[in-house]
């Protein structure tokens, strides 16, 4: 387990009916429901780098909440701000999405003598001290004993699912299909075909890449990558000749390449170019012209 990371636990163990009654149906005799006794294991972890980052970003929730709610207290009596009510709708916008900021603060809206609409505000410093304590805490819930799978492990497990859920997401994700008028219905199927085959190509580029290279990269960005790799034609006028060279081989292809010992890219194209015969090609060019002068 990382060195940021502290991990305690404890045991809930609970009842459940087996085959519990519907709804609709009879009352079962006494005796005849059936329980099972289930233990579940609780492993609470903090992670202490992410308790830095929660910290810093409820004082910046802090301030942005601060610096809110003094503006509002500049507008009141102003324009659309003459009611309580619409002071307190204002408030509620401040506060919406950040619950824990609504139990760090009681805001009161009233009005003095004279009728005008007031703002004050408090921040609730047990509330926070409260928030601070959970900060970089998460709890893992597993029926894996400790003797099989401890602490350390079941992260381990917990973290390599995330991956696994991408690779889901991915290959569940639209096709990235070009524009390409096909006029066929057989070559459209063939076309999203060949474009299913190399999600699952690309799908297992992005896990080996990351269990032997060490290189984690989704699915979607090693796509970019392999997207962003050009072949480029180059033409020699008036000779017409051409040729190819790769452009964009980016480090994880290269890395890619030596781990399934793959042939270089570079090396394929050069062997489209092994056919040119420049000084043929040349010859030939210049008896035309001669011929033709």
């Not at 005799?29 to 492993?43: D, H, I, L, P, S």
């Not at 992670?47 to 507008?75: C, F």
């Amino acid at each position: 387990m990382p060195s940021h990371y502290l991990a305690a636990e404890t045991e809930y163990t609970f009842q459940v009916e087996v085959n519990p009654r519907q709804k609709g149906e009879p009352r079962r005799k006494k005796g005849t429901r059936e329980f099972v006794t289930v233990t579940v294991r609780a492993v609470i972890y903090r992670d202490t780098e992410k308790q830095k980052r929660d910290a810093k970003h409820r004082q910046e929730a802090i301030e942005e909440v601060e610096t809110a709610l003094q503006e509002l207290k500049g507008k009141l009596n102003k324009r659309n701000l003459k009611t309580q009510e619409a002071c307190q709708q204002k408030v509620q916008e401040i506060f919406k999405g950040k619950p824990d900021m609504r139990r760090a603060y009681t805001v009161t809206v009233d009005t003095n003598q004279y009728g005008a609409v007031t703002l004050a505000w408090k921040k609730n410093e047990d509330a926070n001290q409260e928030l601070a304590k959970t900060d970089g805490i998460f709890v893992l819930l597993t029926n894996h004993p400790r003797e099989k799978v401890d602490a350390a492990d079941l992260l381990t497990r917990y973290r390599g699912r995330n991956d696994i859920e991408m690779s889901f997401r991915f290959l569940k994700g639209a096709l990235d299909l070009n524009q390409i008028f096909l006029r066929k219905d057989g070559r459209v199927d063939a076309y999203c075909f060949l474009k299913v085959i190399g999600m699952f190509v690309i799908n297992f580029a992005a896990w080996y890449l990351q269990k032997h290279g060490r290189i984690k990269l989704s699915p979607k960005k090693l796509q970019k990558e392999f997207g962003n790799t050009t072949l480029v034609e180059q033409r020699l006028q008036p000779f017409g000749i051409r040729r190819w060279i790769g452009t964009n081989i980016t480090s994880p292809i290269e890395t890619l390449v030596d781990l399934l010992r793959l042939p270089h890219p570079r090396i394929l194209i050069e062997l489209l170019n092994v056919p040119l015969d420049y000084g043929q090609i040349i010859d030939e060019w210049v008896k035309k012209y001669m011929a033709a002068t």
